[in-house]
């Protein structure tokens, strides 16, 4: 049984940091692209992040979130990460981890190509 559990969220204040973890479980990880999407009350779910399964651990971002956010994964601890830095409140969300076989993203893209994903982790952001 494939598995995504997130965990690290929680309440900060504005400026703050978190880390989120995802350890993923039944799945070949090396062979899995990850992602971390959100989804905040009333509104569409969107990306954050990506990397990719390959060596180069290919990086993308929502512009929303470059260069305060950082993807990153150990795959022998089959675990991705998003470091969250200078938070804002508009980041509040439950933040959800994904993963797709590299196939199923190259195929279908980053959000239909995901295959699976966790039950979330909220992040909220006070003023």
């Known amino acids: 049984q494939v598995q995504l559990v997130e965990s690290g969220g929680g309440l900060v204040q504005a400026g703050g940091s978190l880390r989120l973890s995802c350890a993923a479980s039944g799945l070949t990880f090396r062979m899995y692209t990850m992602g971390w999407f959100r989804q905040a009350p009333g509104k569409e779910r969107e990306f954050v992040a990506t990397?990719?399964?390959?060596?180069?651990?290919?990086?993308n971002y929502a512009d929303s979130v470059k260069g305060r956010f950082t993807i990153s994964r150990d795959n022998a601890k089959n675990t991705v990460y998003l470091q969250m830095n200078s938070l804002k409140p508009e980041d509040t969300a439950v933040y959800y981890c994904?993963?797709?076989?590299?196939?199923?993203?190259?195929?279908?893209?980053?959000?239909?190509?995901?295959?699976?994903w966790g039950k979330g982790t909220l992040v909220t952001v006070s003023s």
């Open positions: 990397i990719a399964w390959s060596g180069g651990a290919t990086t």
């Open positions: 994904a993963a797709g076989h590299w196939t199923s993203t190259q195929a279908m893209g980053r959000l239909k190509g995901m295959q699976y």
